[in-house]
């Protein structure tokens, strides 16, 4: 199959749904296809062979994040171009109404239009701003994905219409074989405790996990906090306990092996987020990892941790609460242990192995002529494609 796929935020930034288009594309291309990924980036970096650049993009604040997008007549005659060029058979575009390069994309695309949605939000802007502009356009989206139930009821509630749910996908082998580093490694009575994102971003809640850090210093002294992400950290450990700012390390941005290693090696991995997360990857990429996970209890983080049976769940942005977890687990080998292996036991049902399949049945029943608008028809084609598969029983 030829695919042509679009991610509307710079490729050369880290990010979430970057990862995802990066990961789907080279899983397919594996698999004897043809990918090529349009989206904005840097031309003079370091781009995998199957990226096309749509050019540099600008920061634009959204969903409580900073995003970089492109958006105008130059990147509308690159899409052009992209497109007349590309002879797919399919055209796979993420974040479609986010004014993007992948809006500009469902304008003009002429094939069949798969559309993933990442975004979990009570009201998004760019939805609600987006519905006039895209009523006509709509209609060529033949299949919606959405990567959780959070992210299915923002499109349900802003664009109406079904979705199928397919999770975000992890490369669960490599996280299960990282090596563990001696350095990140927690030892009796210094255990290391793991965060990560970027550092000044709020609603990623890395002032949560230092605010909760001194009542767990009273009771475990020697804990190390080992923070990693890009961002600038100084305003966030300017209004910190400095106790916690001692036992506070910050790694700076890390590659994937280190990212693995790190979750491979600490005693707890801690997502205090805010909100605005639509799945929460990382606590996949934790529990492959062997990492015993405590999270906000966030309804994409609960059903990524199958109701608190696969990691602990704590109020959203209670710092003594996650303190108090912490404490426990720090206290409880045996509980740890458990969490360890329940986490190990769910990860594989993330893995890039069955998600990819799942995303190309969704691509087989588009191309058969059936889609989301048949709902009827799950049962039938869909359900031969995924061998009667869940979507792990998200729905």
Known sequence: MRIGMVCPYSFDVPGGVQFHVRDLAEVFLAQGHEVSVLAPADEDGDLP??????????PVRYNGSVARLTFGPVTSARVGRWLESGGFDLVHLH?????????????????????????STTRSRAMHAAQPLLRTSLEKIRARIAVSEA???????????????????????RFAQAAVRQEWEG??????????????????????????LPGVLDQHPGVRLLVAGPGDAGEILAHADPRAVAATTL??????VDKASLLASVDLYLAPHLGGESFGIVLVEAMAAGAPVVASDLEAFSRVLDGGRAGV????????????AVVELLADPARRDLLCL??????????????????????????????????ESRGGLWGRLVGGSSTNGQR
């Open 342 to 375: 329940r986490g190990r036991e769910r990860a594989p049902e993330f893995d890039w192995g069955p998600v990819s399949r799942q995303v190309m049945a969704v691509y087989e029943t588009v191309l058969a002529g059936v889609g989301v608008h048949h709902p």
């Open 313 to 324: 769940v704590v109020r959203t942005g209670d710092a003594t609460a996650l303190g108090g």
């Open 187 to 212: 030892v009796p009575g210094a255990p290391t405790l793991a965060f990560l994102g970027r550092v000044d971003e709020p609603r990623k809640g890395l002032h949560v996990a230092l605010d909760a």
């Open 49 to 58: 062979p199957y990226l096309v650049s749509c050019g540099r993009a600008v």
């Open 95 to 119: 974040e479609p109404v986010t004014p993007s390069v992948s809006l500009m994309a469902l304008w003009a695309a002429e094939e069949p239009v798969v559309a993933t949605f990442h975004t």
């Open 151 to 173: 992210a299915a009821g923002t499109v349900r509630s802003h664009l109406g219409g079904d979705t199928y749910i397919i999770p975000n996908g992890v490369h669960v082998r």
């Open 251 to 256: 790694l700076g941005a890390v590659s994937d």
